[in-house]
């Protein structure tokens, strides 16, 4: 190695272990979001699978906690860590594809820019797993293109398998490589080999436990997420929200280059094989959100299992491709700021979601979701509790559930009183838990919901707490002793779709 490849490889390891440290401070000061803490519920209960996606994210929470406890830190310290093979992964695979440690470091930087996966592994979620494996599918199939040998098409399937257990998008992964396979003459040759097949039996062995769990329990996480295919009307509104939600995830000077490096790709930059396979990736999942944004709304960490392959065709753009001199310009102005831009934009999300200080303490769209002063309530809920002699905490929603059996005292009783499906991997509460009184923890006026008078004769309310970022109230929650039983307490009703 050079010494100038020495270089390219030790500052790029260098940047990318900062953006980490930095990412590191930043989980542990940020409170947990509900569906952290939901997903932290989990991991206290291994399962096969559970109701909103299959286990991947529980194993990665369960891995940080054994090693830095039931902290915030603790809970995405793997998570964040990710980011160290996931970058190395896009290095090799972007080398692989299109030569020169130059573009490797590039698409390594750009990748770890971008707010997907920034924020994406910091607020740990079925997406930090399923941004690592999809870089080591890239990889692998990379790998496949580069040396020819079809044992790589194991890995591919280990890498594929590894997705699937993370998120369900990684289906897309399957047309994904079919399209490439088929566009590419020379690449035909694998479908008359076993190669790709015994890749596919491989990810579907890895992704079998997921379906044994469904099988057992009616579909139910099945059902749930594929739903989401279904078409109901027609409202192009949602895809106006999903094209500037992805420009602020991929950050915009990344998405500029990306979009370069697209375009660049369909006018032949690269060889055949290397260039269909990024624009298989991309395309295939960005058409087919395209087409769901047109009738529902899709949350823009969905495409998230594009960004590797999109992030080397925004390395091929800055590396690769001799543009015109404004052009040019545009490219060099973007890639020299990109990752100074991207970690800007990552601590201003931070320091806003914990203090709300940038934009005057008023609501933004962390606000609800951040538990910030969350730990201040629920040391005032755990002080009543104890002064009330209840048995056991509930709440009406998973968020408020999970947000409480996180950062009430350790071996508190908190369950969730309806949505029972949430909770199947988990025991629910000894009959002599609900025997006597409960809290309720919830937004309404609780002697004046139907279902619970009809379940318990005394509704008493005993306070109220407020959760606050700084003066801005973000919500008010009523404390009410339920008491009297008259039947079941906890509602097992099936989810409604």
């Given amino acids: ?23 590191l401070v930043a989980a542990a000061v ?56 996931m970058s190395w992964a896009t290095w090799r695979a972007a080398e692989l594809l299109f030569g020169g440690q130059r573009l490797a470091a590039n698409a390594t930087l750009l990748l770890n820019a971008t707010m997907m996966v920034s924020i994406g592994t910091v607020i740990v979620t079925p997406d ?26 194991l890995a591919v399937g280990v890498a594929v398998g590894a997705a699937l257990l993370s998120k369900y998008t990684a289906l897309f992964f399957g047309p994904a490589i079919l399209i490439w396979l088929l566009w590419v003459p020379k690449q035909r040759r694998w479908l008359r080999t076993p190669w790709p097949y015994l890749g596919g039996l491989v990810a579907f062995a890895m992704f079998t436990p997921v379906v044994l769990w469904n099988a057992e329990h009616e579909w139910i996480s099945f059902v749930k997420q594929l739903g989401r295919a279904r078409v109901e009307g027609f409202n192009p509104g949602y895809l106006l929200e999903l094209v500037p939600t992805q420009f602020v995830l991929a950050t915009p000077l990344v998405y500029i280059l990306g979009l370069m490096g697209l375009y660049a790709l369909a006018r032949g930059a690269g060889a055949s094989g290397a260039r269909v ?19 529902d709304r899709v949350e823009g960490n969905w495409l998230g299992a594009l960004y590797p392959a999109f992030a080397v065709a925004a390395a091929v753009a800055v590396t690769a491709v001799p543009w ?63 002064q009330t002699g209840a048995s056991c905490v509930l709440a009406d929603d998973y968020g408020n559930t999970a947000w409480l059996a996180f950062y009430l005292p350790k071996g508190t009783c908190v369950a969730q009183r309806n949505e029972r499906y949430r909770w199947l991997a988990a025991p629910p509460p000894s009959p002599e838990q609900l025997a006597g009184k409960l809290l309720l923890v919830g937004e309404t006026n609780a002697a004046a919901h139907p279902a619970l008078r009809a379940t318990f004769s005394r509704i008493e309310k005993v ?13 008010t929650l009523e404390l009410d002793i339920l008491d009297g039983a008259k039947r079941a307490v906890l509602d097992n009703s099936p989810p409604v779709y």
């Avoid at 080591?136 to 079809?150: E, N, P, T, W």
């Avoid at 990552?346 to 962390?366: C, I, M, P």
């Avoid at 306070?463 to 919500?475: F, Q, Y």
């Fill in 1 to 23: 190695m050079t010494t100038t490849a020495r270089g390219v490889v030790g500052g790029t390891a260098l940047a990318v272990a900062a953006m980490v440290a930095l990412r």
């Fill in 324 to 386: 015109r001199p404004r052009a040019q310009r545009v490219a060099d102005f973007c890639m020299r700021w990109a990752t100074p831009v991207g970690v800007v934009m990552f601590l201003v999300l931070v320091v806003q979601a914990n203090t709300g200080v940038l934009t005057g303490y008023s609501r933004d769209a962390s606000v609800r979701a951040v538990g910030v002063g969350y730990p201040q309530i629920a040391a005032q809920i755990a002080a009543i509790r104890e």
């Fill in 30 to 85: 940020t409170p947990l979001t509900f569906d952290e803490a939901y997903y932290w519920t989990w991991s206290k209960h291994l399962a096969a699978s559970y109701f909103d996606h299959p286990p991947m994210v529980a194993l990665v929470i369960r891995l940080g906690t054994l090693i830095a406890g039931d902290t915030e830190l603790g809970v995405r310290l793997i998570s964040v860590l990710l980011a160290v093979p």
């Fill in 128 to 153: 930090a797993p399923l941004l690592a494996a999809s870089c080591f599918v890239l990889y692998a199939l990379a790998q496949v293109l580069a040396s020819g040998r079809g044992a790589w098409w």
């Fill in 463 to 475: 306070g109220a707490v407020e959760r606050k970022r700084g003066p801005l109230l973000i919500d």
């Fill in 277 to 295: 396979l990024i624009n298989a990736i991309v395309w295939t999942i960005a058409l087919y959100f395209a087409w769901q944004a047109t009738h």
